[in-house]
């Protein structure tokens, strides 16, 4: 078999598939229909006289022979983009370019509004595109390139992704103006009384504050606990329910609604929040500028 004799295109499908595990999401990823994406396999399973995947419960599984190409079919495609990328100096005043983000939606909220409203004056042509993706994925979607960055907690990840801190924040108690609590002087005592909101994604389990209270021997009283860091300004200022939150929320939040926030009876533990990005696909003008606005933003 030549080289010559294959179509490029193949390998972009061959990687979205091992990347998906799934043949429809491979062929939305690509913008290309099911069965372009059957008859794309087809062949390539001619050309390489292997199935490349096997239908499983799981999902479309790779085998030996698809596991040991993956790693030279990435690497070569990322040249490519790279190549590609390099050739066109990027010029976000004329450029149109859509960014891939994967962000908590917490960073959503502190970052996004400022984010778009420098979007919209540097960059009119650019789309930005803001989806979570799995902490355990984010390294494998960084190197696919189907995000571009990625902002989160520190993670573990592979010696391919870079990263820096954007910022580190601290928690304080979040309240309503009109909270008992808020004309006294937030102890320890006081602070166990009180009725808490616990944000986080998962549904069981502690969280920052609730190890930091550990550290003392001690615990607070939560009330509810939800998912979304978007209900809790419409809870706490609706009862006499608080949140520990991070600062730049709280600062955020008391700007719209009628809430306040005091600082903790205790030693507050700091959360770090760092930028992703792949150490080729990453280099690129275009995504580094991303990177450069996103740090603008967080600084300030």
Not at 83 to 102: C, G, K, M, V, Y
Request: charged fraction near 25%; charge should be positive; glycine fraction near 4%.
């Amino acid at each position: 078999m030549k080289f010559s004799d294959i179509d490029l295109n193949l390998f972009l499908l061959f990687e979205a598939i091992y990347r998906e595990r799934n043949m429809t999401r491979a062929g939305q990823a690509l913008g290309i229909s099911q069965s372009a994406v059957s008859n794309a396999l087809n062949k390539l399973r001619d050309q390489f006289n292997d199935p490349l995947f096997v239908r499983t419960r799981r999902g479309m599984m790779p085998t030996p022979f698809a596991d040991n190409m993956i790693a030279h079919v990435r690497t070569g495609l990322e040249h490519l983009e790279i190549s590609l990328q390099e050739n066109h100096e990027f010029d976000p005043a004329t450029h149109n370019r859509i960014f891939n983000i994967s962000m908590s939606d917490l960073s959503e909220l502190v970052l996004l509004p400022k984010l778009m409203e420098i979007v919209s004056q540097e960059a009119p042509h650019v789309v930005v595109e803001c989806y979570p993706v799995e902490r355990r994925d984010i390294g494998r979607s960084l190197s696919s390139g189907s995000i571009d960055i990625a902002i989160d907690v520190p993670i573990r990840t592979d010696a391919t992704i870079k990263n820096e801190l954007l910022y580190n924040d601290r928690h304080v108690c979040l309240m309503r103006k009109g909270h008992p609590q808020r004309k006294r002087k937030l102890t320890m005592d006081s602070f166990k009384r009180m009725r808490h909101l616990h944000l986080s994604s998962r549904r069981h389990g502690a969280g920052i504050i609730d190890f930091a209270l550990d550290e003392i021997n001690s615990q607070r009283n939560v009330a509810l606990r939800a998912r979304h860091f978007l209900i809790g300004p419409f809870v706490v200022a609706n009862s006499d329910l608080v949140a520990e939150l991070p600062l730049r929320y709280a600062q955020l939040v008391a700007s719209y609604f009628p809430l306040t926030y005091v600082d903790l009876p205790f030693d507050r533990t700091e959360i770090a929040t760092h930028i992703y990005w792949h150490e080729k696909l990453g280099e690129t003008s275009a995504v580094k500028w991303l990177r450069s606005l996103v740090a603008r933003v967080a600084a300030n």
